[in-house]
């Protein structure tokens, strides 16, 4: 994006039309919370950072722009300074390293998208505490600064809406050689334009899903055991308890690059769940500029959540946490109040009943340690 965002802002609420939400519901991260715990624009006196993170990116590597973008605006904001993307995330849109975009000569030419990978930890160190590991709940959270045009929960990661959002694949490695790919959902219909918006429920497994601009400061976060299954991993190639690398790898929005849907659960096959029967398109605004493409400002490592109970991952299992599993109740995959964080009891049966119950019951009231 990195864009005024005042100006596009304007530009994007005229011309956004609304699309029926789509299945993939879940709430995005928060940076900073308030001393509610709940979220909070990072320029609020009392915002701190959210202690659910315990570490970020401190370095990088491979880091290829896609095109020569980058160098018209690197005066003025310094787009291609990939340090940027270091530490902590602050919510400033404009603090972030871009990755550029690929317009249809550049991919007629062979031109590959933009891309760049952040260490985390010592690579040289098996083991390495800073490292990523598959531990319980979400792993990490990559922080975009996608924002918000109209949504129906702003300030807490959002359940649906329309956003302006560049996407991009998100892939892991042990070793900064091999690498496994979250397996990602994009059932956007068609192209949405240079300006045009998604709805991003329709969306899973992509970086970029969710807003991080304008005071609302919240990532997409990923769970290593999505790629538990991959061939790297299974092979031992890519160890999901020793993480040191992310690479995020822009996606034009053009519909020339495709999702992996094929090995996800089709929400449309309810109640006989069965597999996407294809792989989709994936689209976002495109052709952008100014740099265009994927903005990353920051990836976080997460503390693991003991509490699956914890819905809205403030640190305990409440009564906050139950209003929404309440309001979940009984409701499947794909239909309409579906949360999936709800889905509790393991394995998974993607509708939220009985044996969910069960499961909250047994961790009401767990506490996190790192909810001080």
């Known amino acids: ?109 062979g031109c590959a998208p933009g891309q760049i990978t952040l260490l985390f930890g010592n690579p040289s160190v098996p083991n390495d505490p800073n490292h990523i590991r598959n531990a319980g709940g979400y792993d990490f959270v990559v922080f975009e600064n996608a924002f918000l045009i109209n949504s129906t929960d702003p300030k807490f990661g959002f359940v649906a809406g329309e956003m302006f959002a560049e996407l991009g694949y998100v892939e892991v490695s042990s070793d900064g050689v091999n690498f496994a790919r979250f397996p990602s959902v994009s059932l956007t219909a068609g192209t949405v334009g240079a300006l045009g918006t998604i709805e991003i429920s329709n969306v899973f497994n992509l970086a970029g899903k969710h807003p991080n601009a304008g005071g609302v400061c919240t990532g997409t976060p990923f769970d290593l055991s999505d790629i538990a299954d991959d061939p790297n991993v299974v092979s031992g190639l890519v160890d999901i308890n020793n993480i040191s690398y992310v690479r995020i790898v822009d996606v034009p929005g053009s519909g020339d690059f495709y999702d992996e849907s094929i090995r996800h659960i089709d929400p449309d096959s309810w109640p006989n769940w069965d597999y996407y029967y294809t792989n989709s398109p994936i689209y976002d605004a495109w052709v ?30 409440d009564f906050d946490d139950f209003a929404v599993f309440a309001h979940a109740w009984k409701r499947h995959f794909g239909g309409t109040g579906w949360v999936m964080r709800c889905d509790l009891a393991e394995p998974k049966d993607f509708i939220i009943d009985e044996l969910d119950l069960a499961e909250f019951s047994e961790q009401w009231l767990g506490k996190e340690s790192w909810r001080y």
Request: glycine share 10%.
């Open 1 to 109: 994006m990195s864009k005024r965002l005042g100006m596009i802002a304007i530009i994007l609420l005229v011309i956004t039309t609304v699309t029926k939400a789509g299945p993939y519901t879940e709430s995005g991260v928060n940076g900073y919370i308030g001393d509610d715990w709940r979220h909070a624009d990072p320029c609020d006196a009392d915002a701190v950072l959210n202690p659910i993170f315990r570490g970020w990116a401190t370095g990088f590597e491979d880091y290829f722009p896609s095109d020569d973008d980058l160098t018209h605006y690197q005066i003025d904001y310094d787009f291609n300074d990939p340090q940027r993307a270091l530490g902590p995330v602050d919510g400033n849109y404009l603090e972030v390293v871009g990755l550029g975009d690929l317009n249809s000569v550049e991919m007629a030419d």
């Open 288 to 317: 952008t500029f100014n740099p265009g493409g994927v903005d990353l400002e920051a990836i976080g490592v997460l503390n693991e959540q003991k509490y699956s109970a914890d819905i809205n991952l403030d640190g305990v299992v």
